[in-house]
């Protein structure tokens, strides 16, 4: 529609031009560049009687700069003192690089993120009348960086990157909520915490905090062996003394086993021994060669001791 406005447009210089040229002949002016004229004039009316809405987006109907109404997506009728604006209600997304932030402790952090929104297609009007097509720079973009900022303060440095979904829950929380994008369609749908970044200083004292974190936890694990193998020693040890100690204790067992049954023997022994008992044994010990044994007369306990000492005794003066 364009292309054949300007077409009429530089049809009729064109013929203002050869008006004021005397070397071209008047009839071939009216004749040729006249009728070209009106029918580029023709079209350009009749395409300036449509418009076309694309798909996933609302059509808002200017007249003379004011809003007079809406359109969907589509070939619509308009005026030709009329325009049509197409606005996206599709979901769109806005990346944002390096938002600048600070710790709790006041460290440098920067942070990349995007955010998810649509437009309300029920409430266009209101949000072109009140913000304007720039209500992403106005709206969207102040409160995206806000909100990661006031979450971000809330950690110190070293704890952000572990809490990252919880900042990411918390911004997209405080967007959600927020009353000045509601109340002019604008419906924010998700925000996405892509990158959290350092000054390279910092970075460099986290890693070697992280390399004397690993050496440390190291050192820890080859104590915990080394304890390991003592423990062991002083089980083994432990195992061995008790191993002696026990068999020790059963051969003493034993040892007092058969001395209380030695003892038991020998009292049922001297409970069942008679002096005739004793007198046969002794002669039963009596050496087999023996032949001729002298006996003192009217001795009846020849082997007591006692009583053969006593006449011994009596026999030697004769």
Known sequence: MNIIIIMAVVGLFIIIGAGFNKDINPKVIGKYLKPLFIIALVFALMFSLFSQVPAGH???????????????????????WQSIVSVNIQTQRKTYVDIYCFSRETQEVR??????????????????RNVGKEYVQKLIDPRVQQAVKNQTVQFTAIDIAPNREAIRKAVKESLVSDPELSLNSIIITDFLLENIDFNPDFKSAIEAKQVATQEALKAA??????????????????????SEFTKKKAEGDWILYIGQKQAEANQLLSKTLTPELVQLKMI??????????????GAINFFDPKGMLRQLTEVAPQ
């Open 58 to 80: 609302m059509g808002l109907l200017y007249q003379f700069g004011a809003i007079r109404g809406e359109r969907t997506d589509g070939l619509q009728f308009k005026a030709p």
């Open 111 to 128: 942070i990349n993120g995007t955010v998810n929104f649509y437009i309300d297609s029920q409430n266009i009007q209101k949000l072109y």
């Open 284 to 297: 039963e010990k009596l050496s087999d060669k023996l032949q001729i044994m002298i006996v003192p007369s």
């Open 221 to 242: 694990e080859q104590i915990k062996i080394e304890k390991a193998k003592a423990d062991q020693a002083i089980e083994t040890a432990r195992g061995f003394a008790e």
